[in-house]
């Protein structure tokens, strides 16, 4: 009954349902768009939100509980990047480009997907630790450059040169807003919570609606690119964020997480990024083919997540942690 109450919690959240509201509005041809530039708005909260309420509960954290998450987190990143262009290259059999492309945003994590996954989890009533944001920053570049790394090397040359790239990457909104709501929360601790709370703490879920409608309505435009992908990459968009998924959860026991932390650390090991990684990709790997590697985040894996992937991996973290 836990799994089947799990599946009707996530399928009844707003936020699945205003992605779906938003597929269902683009399949019927509606006229139903958001106005230029809302969505970057509405990505400048979710990101900067994210980041402050993270760095404040960084800030009391000690060194003793973050070391051995943060460790977890830097191998998960840098491993998943490998073993999906290697899949996607030996089995898969495409060019390095597209490999890399693909690769770069499933090492990477989705910030939308990581907070829905929150939403769930209060929703579920179950606990996680309050530094969780901290390690969804530390994984957000480093597996985009190890794919871009195999592009540049073992490719015909993708000749966008490196700075231009970590330039992107690094100074790019995703990371400034994050790292740099992280630096804020943390300096200003429990008194600045406190002043910036009403807008960046109970308006969150209404926002994250808000944008999971807009998300709907992308993804549905991106559905009649689904036959593009094949079925080798289909599979893929499923499969390898659920081993993802349960190699992290069993991490997460190892490094002291609780059950609720090792359910957001599988999350966002599942996850696929399409707001940081895709503008790296464009840039660096033109050649790659946007219809395998946004379609296959966006309009695959990233529905399968907020939906059946994250009632999944509460279950599979109960499980590993004895059904406690």
């Known amino acids: 009954m836990d799994i089947l109450n799990s599946f009707l919690s996530s399928f009844t959240t707003p936020m699945f349902l205003a992605f779906a509201l938003g597929i269902f509005a683009t399949r019927i041809k509606s006229d139903l768009k958001f106005p230029e530039g809302m969505y970057i708005g509405l990505t400048v909260y979710l990101l900067f939100g994210i980041g402050l309420k993270g760095g404040y509960k960084l800030s009391k ?102 700075g231009k790239v970590l330039h992107e990457l690094f100074a790019g909104k995703g990371t400034v807003l994050l790292v740099g709501g992280m630096v804020i929360g943390a300096i200003s601790g429990q008194k600045g919570f406190e002043a910036y709370a009403p807008l960046f703490d109970a308006p969150f879920r209404g926002i994250l609606v808000l944008f999971l409608l807009e998300v709907g309505l992308v993804t549905g435009r991106r559905l009649e690119d ?88 509460l279950e599979a973290a109960k499980y590993v942690y004895g059904g406690n």
């Open 226 to 313: 689904l036959k593009k992908l094949g079925p080798f990459l289909l599979f893929f968009a499923i499969a390898v964020p659920l081993f993802n998924a349960f190699i992290g959860i069993y991490l997460a026991k190892w490094a002291g997480l609780s059950l609720g932390g090792a359910t957001v650390f599988g999350t966002l090991c599942a996850s696929a990024s399409y707001i940081a990684a895709p503008t790296a990709v464009r840039l660096a790997i033109p050649s790659a083919n946007p219809s395998f590697y946004l379609t296959a985040s966006l309009a695959v894996t990233f529905p399968f997540n907020i939906s059946i992937g994250l009632p999944l991996y």
């Open 61 to 162: 954290a000690t060194f003793g509980e973050l070391y051995l998450p943060i460790l977890v987190a830097v191998i998960m990143c840098i491993a998943i990047p490998i073993w999906s262009y290697y899949l996607l290259k030996k089995i898969g059999k495409f060019d390095v480009a597209n490999s890399a492309a693909i690769a770069a945003h499933y090492g990477s994590v989705s910030a939308v997907t990581f907070s829905e996954c929150l939403a769930f989890m209060e929703l579920m009533q179950v606990p996680f630790e309050g530094f969780m944001p901290s390690l969804m920053a530390i994984m957000e570049v480093p597996a985009i450059l190890i794919a871009l790394f195999f592009a540049k090397t073992q490719g015909n040359g993708e000749k966008e040169p490196w």
